[in-house]
Nanobody, 128 residues
Framework: QVQLVESGGGLVQPGGSLRLSCVAS????????IAWFRQAPGKEREAVSC????????YYEDSVKGRFTISGDNAKNTVYLQMNSLKTEDTAVYSC?????????????????????WGKGTLVTVSS
């Protein structure tokens, strides 16, 4: 079965850390752009970060630069999102997507919906 499955979400206090995982099954992540998006209740989808598995270029939205790190492990067919110094405004459902042969600069556009695969998401709640 072809799918992306996210995990690692949960409840964390402000200033804490979480590591999200995005595991691909049924296909390999080679030459895909893997992006993380988030959506908070009542808000629109927001791009977070992206990694190109071909050349390992990474991209971050300004709101998470310096706090989040995206990385990939092709052997495990997994992309990670390490989130540090979490803030209450980071609370959202985080989903990963896979786009074959697309650069991250395209995938992260707010009007781009041409992803090949979407995960169902994992909830991150930052609260004291």
């Amino acid at each position: 079965q072809v799918q992306l499955v996210e995990s690692g979400g949960g409840l964390v206090q402000p200033g804490g850390s979480l590591r999200l995982s995005c595991v691909a099954s049924g296909f390999t992540l080679d030459y895909y752009a893997i992006a993380w998006f988030r959506q908070a209740p009542g808000k629109e989808r927001e791009a977070v970060s992206c990694i190109s598995t071909g050349d390992l270029d990474t991209y971050y939205e300004d709101s998470v630069k310096g706090r989040f790190t995206i990385s990939g492990d092709n052997a495990k067919n997994t992309v990670y999102l390490q989130m540090n110094s979490l803030k209450t405004e980071d609370t959202a459902v985080y989903s990963c997507t896979a786009s074959y042969g697309r650069p991250c600069t395209v995938v992260l556009r707010p009007d781009y919906y041409g992803m090949d695969y979407w995960g169902k998401g994992t909830l991150v709640t930052v609260s004291s």
